[in-house]
C-alpha cells in the first residue's frame, strides 16, 4: 500500500523499500525520513530501524552528526576534550513535498531545520532499479543547499577530535546477524583495512544477502567509506573524514550513492559484475 507518508518502492512489481517520510520520533533522535525495511527480491530484510545498540540508527538515509553545530544524527554530540555528550541540539528534516512519485522511485524537497532556523534545503532522488532476478540498485542522490545568508559547514566526531569516527552522510544500517557481515573491496578486505579507505565499490556479506556500495559521481569517489562490521553492521559515506565541509552561502553540496541489494553471498567479481552493471551510464 502507497499513501502520500509512505510511498513503497517496487522492483517487476514487488515491493523492495518503504520510504516514511514523516516519522513520529523523539527530537533526540533528529527526526528525519527513512526507507526500512528495505529487502532483497525474495524478500529478506537488509535494514534496521532504532536498534537496541543504536536507537538513532534509522535504515537508509542522510544524517550528519555535525551542522554548524546542530545535531541531525541523533544521540550524543563529540565535544572536543569531553567525549559523547548529550546536549539539546538536534534538528530535523522536514519533508516538503515530492516533486515527482512513481512505483520506482520518487524526487523529494526537504528543509533542515535546527532551532527554529532552517539551515540546509535538500533534494533527494531515489530510484530501484531492477538488475537481475536476484538482485536490483538502489541509486540514492542528495543535494544540499545552504540557505542561510551565512557560511555553514559540515562536521563529523573525526573532524572534532574523535579519530576514526567520520561518521556523516549516506548512511546504511544493515541487518544484524549473529554472525557478523563480511565487508571486502576489490582490493582489501575486513573492517580494519576497509573503514576509511577510498575504493570505487564496497560490498557487505551476509548470511543470505549482500550490499554493494559505491560512490556513482567523481567527488563521492573521493569520500573514504565508514565502515563498521564487529559492533554493528553499517556503512556510510563520508562527507567529513579529515576536515569539515564548507557550504557557502546558496552553494550546494552533491552525493551520489548506488547500492546493489543482492540475495545469496556474492564474491569479488560477482559484486563488481553487478555494480558494473548499476552504475553503468
Given at each position: 500500500?502507497?499513501?502520500n507518508d509512505t510511498?513503497?518502492l517496487r522492483?517487476?512489481?514487488?515491493p523492495v523499500?518503504r520510504?516514511v517520510?514523516?516519522?513520529?520520533?523523539?527530537a533526540?533522535l533528529?527526526?528525519?525520513p527513512?526507507?526500512h525495511?528495505?529487502?532483497?527480491?525474495?524478500?529478506?530484510?537488509?535494514?534496521e530501524l532504532?536498534?537496541a545498540?543504536?536507537t538513532?540508527?534509522?535504515?537508509?538515509?542522510?544524517?550528519v552528526?555535525?551542522?554548524e553545530?546542530?545535531?541531525f544524527?541523533?544521540?550524543r554530540?563529540?565535544?572536543?576534550?569531553q567525549?559523547p555528550?548529550?546536549?539539546d541540539?538536534?534538528?530535523?528534516q522536514?519533508?516538503?513535498?515530492f516533486?515527482?512519485?512513481?512505483p520506482?522511485?520518487?524526487?523529494?524537497?526537504l528543509r533542515?531545520?535546527a532551532a527554529?532556523a532552517?539551515?540546509?534545503?535538500e533534494?533527494?532522488?531515489?530510484?530501484?532499479?531492477?538488475?537481475?532476478?536476484?538482485?536490483w540498485?538502489?541509486d540514492?542522490?542528495?543535494?544540499l543547499?545552504?540557505?542561510?545568508?551565512?557560511p555553514?559547514?559540515?562536521?563529523s566526531?573525526?573532524?572534532?577530535?574523535r579519530?576514526?569516527?567520520?561518521?556523516g552522510?549516506?548512511?546504511?544500517?544493515?541487518?544484524?546477524?549473529?554472525?557478523?557481515?563480511?565487508?571486502?573491496?576489490?582490493?582489501?578486505?575486513?573492517e580494519t583495512?576497509v573503514h576509511?579507505?577510498?575504493?570505487?565499490w564496497?560490498?557487505?556479506?551476509?548470511?543470505?544477502?549482500t550490499?554493494?556500495f559505491?560512490?556513482?559521481?567523481?567527488q563521492?569517489?573521493?569520500?573514504?567509506?565508514?565502515?563498521r562490521?564487529?559492533?554493528?553492521?553499517?556503512?556510510g559515506?563520508s562527507?567529513?573524514?579529515?576536515?569539515?565541509?564548507?557550504?557557502?552561502?546558496?552553494?550546494?553540496?552533491?552525493?551520489?550513492?548506488v547500492?546493489?541489494?543482492a540475495?545469496g553471498?556474492?564474491?569479488r567479481?560477482g559484486?563488481?559484475?553487478?555494480?558494473?552493471?548499476?552504475?553503468?551510464?
Amino acid at each position: 500500500m502507497t499513501t502520500n507518508d509512505t510511498p513503497v518502492l517496487r522492483v517487476a512489481g514487488r515491493p523492495v523499500g518503504r520510504y516514511v517520510t514523516r516519522p513520529e520520533l523523539p527530537a533526540r533522535l533528529s527526526p528525519r525520513p527513512y526507507l526500512h525495511p528495505v529487502t532483497t527480491l525474495a524478500g529478506t530484510a537488509v535494514t534496521e530501524l532504532s536498534p537496541a545498540d543504536h536507537t538513532h540508527h534509522l535504515g537508509v538515509g542522510v544524517a550528519v552528526p555535525d551542522v554548524e553545530g546542530s545535531n541531525f544524527w541523533g544521540g550524543r554530540t563529540y565535544v572536543r576534550d569531553q567525549g559523547p555528550t548529550e546536549l539539546d541540539n538536534h534538528g530535523a528534516q522536514r519533508h516538503t513535498t515530492f516533486q515527482l512519485r512513481d512505483p520506482d522511485g520518487f524526487v523529494e524537497e526537504l528543509r533542515w531545520v535546527a532551532a527554529g532556523a532552517e539551515l540546509l534545503r535538500e533534494r533527494r532522488t531515489v530510484a530501484a532499479i531492477e538488475l537481475t532476478d536476484t538482485a536490483w540498485a538502489l541509486d540514492f542522490t542528495f543535494s544540499l543547499t545552504n540557505v542561510t545568508p551565512d557560511p555553514l559547514s559540515i562536521g563529523s566526531p573525526a573532524t572534532n577530535g574523535r579519530p576514526g569516527a567520520a561518521y556523516g552522510g549516506f548512511f546504511w544500517r544493515a541487518r544484524k546477524e549473529h554472525e557478523a557481515p563480511q565487508v571486502f573491496t576489490a582490493a582489501t578486505e575486513g573492517e580494519t583495512e576497509v573503514h576509511g579507505a577510498r575504493a570505487d565499490w564496497l560490498a557487505l556479506a551476509g548470511s543470505t544477502w549482500t550490499l554493494v556500495f559505491a560512490g556513482a559521481t567523481e567527488q563521492t569517489r573521493r569520500d573514504p567509506w565508514f565502515v563498521r562490521t564487529a559492533e554493528y553492521p553499517g556503512v556510510g559515506s563520508s562527507l567529513a573524514y579529515e576536515e569539515r565541509l564548507p557550504i557557502p552561502p546558496g552553494e550546494t553540496v552533491v552525493r551520489r550513492i548506488v547500492t546493489v541489494v543482492a540475495d545469496g553471498r556474492l564474491d569479488r567479481d560477482g559484486a563488481a559484475a553487478l555494480i558494473r552493471k548499476a552504475v553503468s551510464p
